[in-house]
Nanobody, 120 residues
Framework: QVQLVESGGGLVQSGGSLRLSCAASGSIFSINDMGWYRQAPGKQRELVATITRGGSINYVDSVKGRFTISRDNAKNTVYLQMNSLKPEDTAVYYC??????????????WGQGTQVTVSS
């Protein structure tokens, strides 16, 4: 079994910062792409940022210049540093990872979600 455990969400004022972490554990052979998605009330889940195992990064336009995604392959962990937060960043943030387990099966796994609330 594989688990993704997120941490770091919370309540912050507009302009503030938060850092999210997501650690993968279990019967992992390798982890390919990792990323963060978010879902605001009444809206569809959207991609925020992704990072490949080799470090190639992609951001949604609305967070470029404010958010930074990174990963530590040795720790099977992905991070999202969020600066200059805006009320419209308020959402539940989900970690995602494409993981190959020891049986060589590969699929996407999701974390449980962590709430980020930005007050104006």
């Amino acid at each position: 079994q594989v688990q993704l455990v997120e941490s770091g969400g919370g309540l912050v004022q507009s302009g503030g910062s938060l850092r999210l972490s997501c650690a993968a554990s279990g019967s992992i052979f390798s982890i390919n792409d990792m990323g963060w998605y978010r879902q605001a009330p009444g809206k569809q889940r959207e991609l925020v940022a992704t990072i490949t195992r080799g470090g190639s990064i992609n951001y949604v336009d609305s967070v470029k210049g404010r958010f930074t995604i990174s990963r530590d392959n040795a720790k099977n962990t992905v991070y999202l540093q969020m600066n200059s937060l805006k009320p419209e960043d308020t959402a539940v943030y989900y970690c995602n990872a494409r993981i190959t387990i020891l049986t060589m099966d590969s699929r996407d796994y999701w974390g449980q979600g962590t709430q980020v609330t930005v007050s104006s």
